[in-house]
């Protein structure tokens, strides 16, 4: 693992955090320690966050500049022990910023570092007496029960999530039978049927199975290989930059995006573009987030 401790991190957007309450809190968990082929997501919030410094700031699909609502960059956790451990580190950062009114927006790292933002997400919808929502874009299933022989892995981060939420998956394309026997397949949307839909019309089915308050986990493999080379466990036959943002857009309209993560960059010098992708998709969510919450519905 590298150590990130002597590595300056520039704030997201390259911005300086707001005088009063911010209405995002980019929290950066550079953790790897349960992937399995390709190390090096680790590296991935730094990357991201070195190249959202160029990305601009007034979006052009909403024509809003999300930077102004106030966005702060958090330390990032420096924590290369058990996942389990990390789950509940991550629980408890997640809460306090949900507990600010803020956004949380989790930057990985691999992708178990959800599992305890989801937790945290879905325990505050709990204590309102509503059920969260965890709509889920990623190449993978994500729902084995344990994987090299922790619950916490990378491979079990669905399987916690439906534990706590009712979960849509959208993209799949790389999945071990156990998770095809196990999954109600009702919710999930794989990548070969969107890419051979004769119209969007599966984005309302997807959303209209979420209850209001969701969690938005984006995993970078669902991008095709072509489009996102930069990640550990990458899949061919994946979806595209307007499929993934047409269908945020439409999801934030319809639902309370109130937290999400962008996980499993994992920078490569021959592939920087993939770490602007992953920083202008951030913006990008974020962007329609906020424009959903300021339209009254």
Known sequence: MNDHSSIEQPAFLGV??????????????????TSTWRKGADRGPQALLEASTEVELFDLPTQTEPSLAGIETRAALEYRGAPEELVERVRVMVAEVLEGGAIPIVLGGE????????????????????????????????TRESYHGSACN?????????????????GIRAIDRCEYETMDLTRVFPAHEILAAKDDGWMDQAIELMPEDVYLTIDLDAFDSGVMPATGTPEPGGL??????????????????????????????????????????????LAEILVARSDPR
């Open 16 to 33: 300086e955090p707001p005088s009063g309450p911010p209405a995002a809190v980019v929290l950066p968990i550079p953790y790897d320690g």
């Open 111 to 142: 992708h178990s570092v959800s599992i305890g933002a989801i937790q945290a997400a879905s325990a505050l919808i709990e204590s309102r007496g509503r059920r969260l929502g965890v709509v889920q874009i990623d190449a993978h299933g994500d």
């Open 154 to 170: 990378h491979a079990c981060v669905m399987a916690r999530a439906r534990e706590v939420a009712d979960i849509v998956q959208i």
């Open 240 to 285: 595209d930059w307007t499929i993934v943002n047409t269908f945020v857009s439409r999801l934030s309209a319809r639902r309370n995006i109130f937290a999400f993560d962008v996980v499993e960059l994992l920078p490569h010098p021959a592939h920087w573009a993939c770490d602007f992708l992953a920083a202008k998709l951030v913006h990008r969510v």
